[in-house]
């Protein structure tokens, strides 16, 4: 059984948020941050931080909650990312990424 993930980058401490879903989330965390889509939202808003993320059992069920927090107000997404990462630090901090299997 594969994972899939529901994420939020953001570019800054309260910042600008960009909610995601993906089956291979330190991937897409690379992608983000290395700007492989230099037309994205998260590209053009320097969302490369990683701040939030769910873990689920399929897709499916990934996809609905993608969906889900994407009509929440802002106030409920901070105080769902604030439960967890008070600070928005970027989650991702201490991945060691190898940057060179990324294709460009």
């Given at each position: 059984m594969s994972l899939w993930y529901v994420y939020i980058m953001s570019n800054k401490y309260h910042g600008v948020l960009y909610i995601g879903v993906t089956d291979n989330l330190i991937e897409r965390v690379k992608e983000h941050k290395l700007k492989i889509y230099p037309n994205s939202f998260t590209a053009r808003y320097n969302c490369d931080k990683l701040i939030y993320f769910e873990e689920l059992d399929n897709g499916l069920?990934?996809?609905?909650?993608?969906?889900?927090?994407?009509?929440?107000?802002?106030?409920?997404?901070?105080?769902?990312?604030?439960?967890?990462?008070?600070?928005?630090?970027?989650?991702?901090?201490?991945?060691?990424?190898?940057f060179s299997k990324i294709r460009k």
């Amino acid at each position: 059984m594969s994972l899939w993930y529901v994420y939020i980058m953001s570019n800054k401490y309260h910042g600008v948020l960009y909610i995601g879903v993906t089956d291979n989330l330190i991937e897409r965390v690379k992608e983000h941050k290395l700007k492989i889509y230099p037309n994205s939202f998260t590209a053009r808003y320097n969302c490369d931080k990683l701040i939030y993320f769910e873990e689920l059992d399929n897709g499916l069920n990934a996809t609905t909650r993608e969906k889900q927090l994407k009509k929440w107000k802002r106030e409920w997404k901070v105080k769902l990312i604030e439960e967890m990462n008070f600070t928005w630090m970027d989650i991702s901090l201490n991945w060691n990424f190898d940057f060179s299997k990324i294709r460009k």
